[in-house]
């Protein structure tokens, strides 16, 4: 029998009077000792065994008892069953005399189920005994009395090798009683101390020797499992009680069973599916055991192909696996079937196609694309420019081209090609000339190609058509110049998103929110550092208006534009002056001079005392956030800016030997100023919006004076 804790033996302690055996001659037996009262010349008995501490029915338990004396003794065996209430004598009467003090042993055979009290006499040989027994079996000098209880045997047929979470459970069961018989199942989770009835209580009476199934139901939960099936006589409470307020029982078998999870893939990522590649492939099921993978792929309807050599390696089921595929992969459109199942098992899965068996399977679609070469020419366009691509494809033999035009961030694509070419070599470098009328602004254009005389294996979303692969890029096209308007270009080796990153990795850029200088977010920061946001923009594009002197303004411009601004009216000669020598955009100067003295009425523009001197600042030099009237006047007292005039010399100076003019960083415009891409670690402020917060006045100037000279330098990145 299992030694299982739940159903341990108990042995009944009430002791019937008839087995105490209160046996009396001319005395009174001690009710609670195990030997009657003998003279000290009388037998005792000293010692008796079993041959089994189990005993099942129809089975012979062997009884050995032991004497304390070496004359000859005999012995008598009684055994008492608790179903009917009745002793019977076992080997009718006593045995011949033997040897005390040599073990005696017998045969006790043929017991049914069921709970006994064995009691063994002994005698002097040849004695009536000196104790009698009180119901009349008669008389001895001693015995001694124990429990033992007949099993039944219980046989249960092992579930299926493989049971998973949810799964439909059932169990046969049959024990060797003659006669009608109950059984019941529990279930106990490992390491919980709960144990669940799965049969509702005891089933109705059945027949004990006939094999019966129970239906035990799911297990919602996988895991390990012990599993109890006990069995009991019809009409009878059983022989065990359970120490746990679970009933009784006759027996019990208890086994453990592993109960799987249905593992799913959660992710299958695969990567490089280019031509003559061995792609990788990631994947991540939902559970935390141990799992194993296996891949197939499969080509336009072909056969499947394990790409993987069987499963793996049991690996953890909640940790990424990667592995590579052994099949180098051509142009076309595939799917891969990606298995699981948990370590170990077979699956519950079969394919109907004789591939093996899985718990679950997920299927993906991939393009394995070819890869295509472009570059375009010239890399800036002008206004009415022809833009020429030359496109390449290595890896296939012929193909056909398509290109489309899309305006701005529209999703309305034109065909610039009017339809595919016609097939050329893809090893071969093969030009395109688009000629929309291209007018000034932000274009993405779309160059699709498709293997010669094929449908293609991607499908456009938006009903455009389908091609093997694309490569999109952005075009920026500038307007013409004209009259006193001109455009110049300054290319730079980055892309606008490596930009941004050196300017994430720099000093925090601040915006002004409610007041208050907060942080600005990354979103925010390229929305004003994209370029192509204001180029064509009649007031952005003065962000990019050339820095450095040219003719075309008068002082009386300035004077007209300083009017009613403070400390700085008619200062305009002073500015065409100090622009002239600093060799800086006069409107320019100005604008940056109104903006930092809140147009001429800042305390720093108005004067500040220092050490008895009044200074003046007039582009905020030196003015640190912390305190700027202090910093900047401090700064304005070590350069002697001790009048409006010197301030604005001053200033001019400043700015052209650290930013417009300085041979190292040669920032000749606003964005250059604020951005400075090939050096973001030397920038004039902070404020995300410095640069757009001086081109309105820049441009309300330069509208003042229309014959003003406009030169515009425009950035170009990768």
Not at 604 to 627: H, Q, R, W
Request: aromatic residues 12%.
């Amino acid at each position: 029998m299992n030694d299982i804790s739940i159903l341990r033996k108990v042995v009944i302690a009430a002791v019937f009077a008839f087995i105490i055996m209160a046996l009396q001659q001319n005395v009174q037996a001690a009710t609670g000792s195990q030997t009657g009262q003998v003279t000290s010349t009388n037998p005792k008995i000293v010692s008796v065994t079993r041959s089994s501490d189990v005993v099942f029915q129809n089975d012979t338990l062997k009884i050995g008892v032991l004497s304390n004396v070496s004359s000859n003794v005999q012995y008598r065996f009684w055994i008492y069953s608790y179903d009917d209430g009745k002793w019977r004598d076992l080997f009718n009467g006593y045995s011949t005399p033997v040897s005390g003090n040599q073990k005696y042993e017998v045969n006790v055979n043929n017991l049914s189920v069921g709970k006994y009290k064995i009691s063994v006499w002994v005698k002097t040989a040849g004695t009536t005994g000196s104790i009698k027994s009180s119901i009349g079996l008669g008389s001895c000098d001693d015995y001694y009395a124990f429990d033992e209880n007949c099993n039944p045997k219980i046989n249960v047929q092992n579930l299926s090798s493989q049971i998973y979470q949810n799964d439909d459970v059932t169990l046969t069961a049959q024990s060797d009683i003659a006669g009608k018989v109950q059984y019941r199942v529990f279930v106990n989770k490992l390491n919980t101390n709960e144990w669940l009835d799965k049969s509702n209580g005891y089933s109705s009476p059945v027949d004990g020797t006939t094999p019966f199934t129970i239906d035990i139901g799911k297990f919602s939960d996988y895991g390990d499992y012990r599993i109890s099936v006990w069995v009991k006589r019809y009409g009878k409470e059983g022989i065990y009680t359970s120490n746990i307020g679970l009933g009784g029982c006759d027996n019990y078998y208890c086994f453990s069973k592993h109960i799987n999870p249905i593992p799913q893939i959660k992710s299958a990522q695969i990567n490089n599916m280019t031509i003559g590649s061995n792609p990788s492939i990631k994947l991540l099921s939902n559970i935390s055991e141990k799992v194993q993978y296996r891949v197939f792929i499969n080509k336009s309807g072909n056969n499947w192909d394990d790409v993987t050599g069987g499963y793996s390696s049991p690996v953890n089921g909640n940790v990424y696996y990667t592995t590579k595929l052994n099949e180098k992969l051509s142009s076309g459109k595939y799917r891969i079937s990606v298995w699981v199942k948990n370590a170990g098992t077979d699956g519950k899965l079969v394919s109907n196609q004789g591939l093996g068996s899985c718990d679950n399977y997920y299927v993906l679609e991939k393009v394995c694309a070819p890869t295509i070469n472009v570059t375009s020419s010239p890399s800036s366009l002008i206004e009415g420019d022809t833009l020429k691509l030359n496109v390449s494809t290595p890896e296939l033999n012929e193909v056909q081209y398509r290109v489309f035009v899309s305006s701005g961030s529209s999703n309305i694509w034109t065909d610039a090609t009017n339809g595919y070419t016609s097939p050329v070599s893809g090893s071969a470098s093969y030009e395109l000339s688009i000629n929309p009328p291209f007018k000034p602004g932000k274009y993405r254009v779309s160059i699709w190609v498709k293997e010669a005389n094929t449908e293609g294996n991607i499908q456009s979303s938006q009903g455009l058509g389908s091609c093997d692969n694309y490569y999109c890029f952005t075009q920026v096209v500038n307007p013409k110049s004209s009259g006193n308007i001109s455009y110049t270009q300054t290319n730079y080796g980055y892309t606008i998103q490596q930009v941004l990153n050196m300017e994430l990795s720099q000093q925090p850029v601040y915006e002004n929110s409610n007041g208050q200088w907060v942080a600005a977010d990354s979103n925010t920061i390229l929305k004003y550092l994209d370029p192509t946001n204001y180029i064509n923009d009649v007031f952005g594009r003065f962000e990019f208006l050339k820095l450095t002197y040219y003719d075309g303004i008068s002082a009386d411009d300035i004077n007209n534009v300083l009017r009613g601004k403070g400390v700085l009216e008619n200062k305009g000669a002073v500015f065409l002056q100090a622009a002239a020598n600093s060799n800086i955009n006069p409107m320019y100067l100005v604008s940056h001079a109104l903006l930092e003295t809140g147009n001429g009425t800042s305390n720093l523009a108005t004067g500040i005392t220092v050490n008895g001197k009044t200074v003046y600042n007039m582009f905020g030099i030196g003015a640190y956030d912390a305190n700027a009237d202090y910093y900047g006047s401090q700064y304005a007292y070590s350069q002697g800016w001790f009048s409006v005039d010197a301030a604005i010399n001053g200033g001019a100076k400043f700015v052209s030997s650290s930013y417009i003019n300085n041979p190292n960083y040669n920032q000749d415009t606003l964005y250059k100023m604020r951005w400075n891409p090939n050096d973001p670690s030397h920038q004039y402020a902070t404020d995300v919006k410095w640069a757009i917060n001086q081109i309105y006045n820049i441009k309300s100037l330069y509208d003042l004076c229309p014959a003003a000279k406009l030169i515009f330098d425009l950035p170009n990145f990768k």
